[in-house]
């Protein structure tokens, strides 16, 4: 079978992985946890992808204050996984990050706006990488989110075939955690590429640690932090993607442009 028919499985996956139904999922799967760490909360997300047939660069990052990049808040790492996808691992020092002001976090990297709704002006993003890839926070008293935008320089081709347009389809995970998965594009370049949001309410639970749950309390009760909270809703919601006969083409006739270059990608 020749590549430009395979590659459409990473459409495939968007459009039919919610994880229900046993049917293939985008998001395989995602965990949270929460500890302490020299008196700082410290929670970690890790989430397993199926890219398809695209294979993911093995990456190992810090997450920095952008003002201060010696002030290390976390890290990021992309590992590649027997058998076929890529494993995301994030690790927040939550109790810093939350009191780091950072960037804007209410845009992808094309300038829209985020697939997230309920955070108001609460998210701030951070660089994972120098060429436009971010990582999102968005945490409030009782609801938290967590997400990534990876920059794909591959995915530049996609401008042609519907730059500008974004696609997000919903996340439902056995064990609890929602979220949205989907392609972001433009027309220029550096500002396509892959992205996930996922609720990640449980770490502000004392399900794992009252210790960490009251360094959390403390830790949001002043400052930036607390006026980000504040913007935060009790619950958060997903934008998703109505999509089109047309669109549908377009998206397709895209990834296949992508495909017929060669498996492997580049995060930016």
Known sequence: MKLTRLVPVLLVLLLTGCGKGGLPSFVKGASVKTYTQDGKAWGEVDVSL???MFVLPA????IVNPKKPADVLGQFSLKNILGGGSEVGIGLNISEIIHTP???GRSLPNGNPIPVAG??????????????????VAIGDKAAMVGFALVIKQ?????GYFGGIDVFLPV??????????????????SQSGLAVFLDVSSMLKASSSSQVTSLMISDLGYGIARARASEVSQSLSFNTTSLSAKKMRR???????VAARGQRVTVQ
């Open 172 to 189: 439902h995970l056995q064990n609890g955690i929602t979220g949205t998965v989907g392609l972001f594009s433009s027309s220029s370049p």
């Open 50 to 52: 199926n890219t398809g």
């Open 59 to 62: 990456l190992e990052l810090p």
């Open 119 to 136: 955070i108001g002006d609460g998210a701030v993003s951070f660089p994972i990488t120098s060429g436009g890839s971010r990582l999102y």
């Open 251 to 257: 998206i397709n006739n895209g990834l296949n442009a």
């Open 155 to 159: 995915f530049d081709q996609l401008a």
């Open 102 to 104: 950072g960037f804007d």
